[in-house]
């Protein structure tokens, strides 16, 4: 009797290590590798799963088991056997899943070690978070986008922060989110792999557009990276630019921008409506006005306080006055 | 002396009464009326998120629906709940004729319903609309109804602390001669953990309300990051309590766990006092891993490891317990009853729930699936496929007890198949959403998570359907089910030894506890099972 | 029938075994949870003093704050002497002292709101920034349980002068001991922290 | 009816020598913040005194020293938690 349970427990053990195994390796659920942090983070994911696998297997196999091999036969309503406590069986499995933990915890450990470092001389990007847009500045062009360009294969840092409420930067395909806490910069170094598009998302709610919250990072080659720099730099001075970069669409709907946000008031009917919103302000004043201390005009049905106040610190009077004259000669 | 079926008046329970069965039942009433509401709003978050965009709900009402449904499950459901089966069995698993202080007790009821309409008014008030968690600076803004949605948990957690008191100072005082620590039914061992958990770490989250609400309504600048308020101490605030507080929701439901098994494996407990040091050890150990909620937080990098050690220890008492469960049932006589059916229910449900616990705890890991639906699904497997199965579990084990009366086996079985299909079509679709980049509290999402919301809006639906068989069978059998026996399950811890439902004074005279609560199944060589305790 | 089971010493058999009262028991444990309300708040303030540096511009006036220390030093030793004096039955001694004990209680809370005046009047509010939030909820949550504590003494006082507090049953001023020394306790490490420690 | 049954009454000293302790160590307190006494020194010695004084409330005026361990457990364990928590937060 005794080869028979160690011959049926081997044969169980070795099925269920085949069983982690496969679901470990053949499980497809995450977003593609495209940094050195993901390939190491899924390194440690596919672990985590096959051992979960392995003891999810094992703990639903005797209950099911359990069930029905043990289940009370009809007529027979004997007590089961007397067992109080096995000490040795206790002591093993406290000290399995004890080693378990402990392996997991040091693997972790060297893999979080691994991936906090940047690289060789990163690129530092500021990423700037705001009430339901992200946005972007190269310190070393002194640029600022709503779209992140990173060359592949280079180092990069992100210095993290918000203007407004707790975000959270994102980005799936890379494995990492850091939160963006108002009043510190916190730092998210990686190192993107693969070309692609890959999405952007804000993962702390902050409040009615949490989720239209999103971006998207660009991973190009080093040519084509300096040819979009270069290019950005040129359309700084651009309204329709300045009007995107500091993500306007987000609330606003523009159309010669394509622009459809629904939270702040349309702005295709401004040319028409500026000069007569405020008696004796004339349009250019009122729309440079109302871009610098939004509260001032509220448009009836639109919620205050929504919108940023920070204008002034981020674009040069000059911008101001090139994106007010763009709203207001929209063909 | 009253006789023992005295006649029940239903007005007592809408009244101050300080006899804790009547408190009991008052609170898990209660807290089921919340467990309805609560559920709508899960009903209204799912039919939201099954299509891609926000058509239903704008984003400010789905973060209120979406808030208030946390709240709701949390504070008014899970904790009254397992609070009114403290309430009810405490005193009677150790032989005592009510709790210490009767009358804190029926106080501490009473705090929760005010607390409910000052949570449902706070809805009509421009809701709350921060989470659940409701982290500065969003919840120092934002509309009234967050101040109302403050004072509120903090009303549920000065009635959770008076509970706790309550409880740790009956089982102290009030235990029958003969109960020694070590002969205490694994239950009263949760409430225990329990209770300490809610004594140490809920006052820290009043104080924490307390500054939001005073930023928010006297205009102080505990959180006003332009005067230097930093947002992180609110984190650690919140989850110095929060983290607790999910331990606080687990541990009772273990120990109904516990003392459902035996019984219907006709078998002892395996390893009782293991099972009861894992309970204490859990409870210590909770209270030093909150900020795993924090990894990705503004916090201080390298203070995060101590912090994963501690999460992943955690996992060696909780398999302790599940492997002990495990031999519990191994070689029994397993009485397949709707009790049995949810206590099993639990532990695969349950083992999701944790397994994907230590997921979350590595640090790489959470940098990745930190507030996804990855931790929506592990939550709610903890949550809702742990706690709310045990309370199931518990509902029906006790409902012969508490109201005198057998409950439908058929219609309970067709409740458990619903709820066990519902809860893992409802969760499972959403680790993998989670793994795959969908946030968290979002009302729209990528189109590419179209297939997951859609599979778990349909279990929402059969988890919505499956309250109804609950229901109708715990009204009719109440009303109208078949008389049920002191004893009907052949349990031997003393609930089971006084009639059912017990008299006011519980037990003729206090009994006194000789054996082992869990003394079943015969002892080999096949000699006389061992005799019950000698009731009185 | 409003069901008020009489408690019985049996019904304690456990407890008293383990030598303890079932009033004192809940009393500690209570203290347990305000041990930890007032670590939330003593937190939130040694947060923002060890990170902005407090206080900045104001300096405390210690000295003031010092004699308000001894003020409430002396009521603690004035509250345990009533107990000693009603467990003696000597009832004129424990109304004096219990009455002593609410003159000092008062006097304390006079002394705070003389030092919550004077910050006013330096600009340092409630509202006026992290700092002054910080320590007037902190140090006011502290007055709030010093002002409960004045009232708990004086329904004290009214059952010792009725007669209902006497040599057997004074459980009820021992009770109140507790919670006024308590209180005592969270204002000596708050003293340390807020007024000493720079 | 004293319920609990405490301990024989070891010698204690009197209240009124407990109070006059902690008068004398307030004393001492009010003179270091006076003198401006360095931080490192007077941190050190304000910690010692205040946690002195702590004890001797608790021990003699609360009546821990004779009565049940049970009552010290549930006051000094929430103290050493709540100081764990401080710190903590401090850091973090």
Known sequence: MRERTLFISAIVGIGLIAAGFAVATQANVMPPEASTRAVAVDQLFRILLGVSTVIFLLVEGALVFAVLRFRQRPGDDRPGPAIHGNTSLEILWTLIPAAIVVVIGVYSFQVLAAIEVPGLGPRVVEVVARQFSWQFRYPEADLATTELHLPVGQPVIFQISAEDVIHSFWVPAFRAKRDATPGQISELAMTPIEVGRFPIRCAELCGAGHAIMTSEVVVESVEDFDAWLAEQQAMANDPAQIFLTMGCGACHVLTVAATTGTIGPSLDDLPGVAGTRLAGVGAADYVEQSILAPDDFIVSGFPPGLMPKTFFQRLTPDQIERLAAFLLDQP | MTTASASVSWRRYFWWNTDHKVIGVQYIVTSFFFFILGGALAGLVRAELASPATDLLDGATYNQVMTNHGTLMIFLWVLPVLAGFGNYLIPLMIGARDMVFPRLNALSYWMIPPAGMLMIASFFAGGAEAGWTAYVPLSIGGPPGQTLWALSVMLLGISAIFGAINFLATVIMMRAPGLSIWRLPLFVWGMIATSTLILTATPVLTSGLIMVALDRVVGTHFFTVTSGGDPVLWQNLFWFYSHPAVYIMILPAMGIISEIFPVFARKPIFGYRMIAMSSMAIAILGLTVWAHHMFTSGMDPRLRVPYMVSSMVIAVPTGIKIFSWLATIWNGKLRLTTPMLFALGFISMFLIGGLTGIFLAAIPVDLHVHDTYFVVAHLHFVLFGGSVSAVYAGLYYWFPKITGRMYDEKIGRTHFALNFIGTNLAYLPMFIAGLMGMPRRVAAYDASFTSYNQWATLGALILAASTLPFLYNAVLSWARGPKAAANPWQALTLEWQTSSPPPPENFPEIPTATGDPYDYGEPSPAAEPAAAPAAG | ?198 | MQGSATRPEKGRPSYGVIFLGLVILTAIELGISVLRVLPPLSTALYLLFSGLKVALVAAFYMHLRQDSRFYTAAFVLPALLLLVFALLTIAI
């Open chain 3, 1 to 198: 029938m409003s069901h008020q089971a009489m408690q019985h010493a049996e019904d304690f058999r456990a407890g008293h075994a383990l030598g303890l009262d079932h009033r004192k028991l809940g009393m500690w444990l209570f203290i347990a949870s305000e041990v930890m309300f007032f670590g939330g708040l003593i937190s939130a303030y040694l947060h923002y003093k060890y990170t902005l540096g407090f206080p900045e511009t104001t300096d405390l006036n210690v000295v003031l704050v010092g004699i308000n220390t001894m003020v409430l030093l002396t009521s603690s030793y004035t509250v345990v002497s009533a107990l000693t004096a009603i467990r003696q039955g000597r009832q004129g001694r424990f109304a004096a002292l219990l009455l002593l004990t609410i003159l000092l209680g008062v006097a304390f809370l006079t002394g705070q709101l003389y030092e919550f005046a004077d910050l006013y009047r330096q600009g340092v509010t409630l509202t006026s920034g992290v700092f002054g939030s910080s320590f007037f909820t902190l140090t006011g949550f502290h007055g709030l349980h010093v002002a409960v504590g004045v009232l708990w003494a004086i329904v004290t006082l009214f059952r010792g002068l009725r007669g209902t507090l006497n040599a057997e049953h004074n459980m009820a001023v021992e009770i109140f001991g507790l919670y006024w020394h308590f209180v005592d306790i969270v204002w000596i490490v708050l003293f340390t922290q807020i007024y000493l420690i720079v």
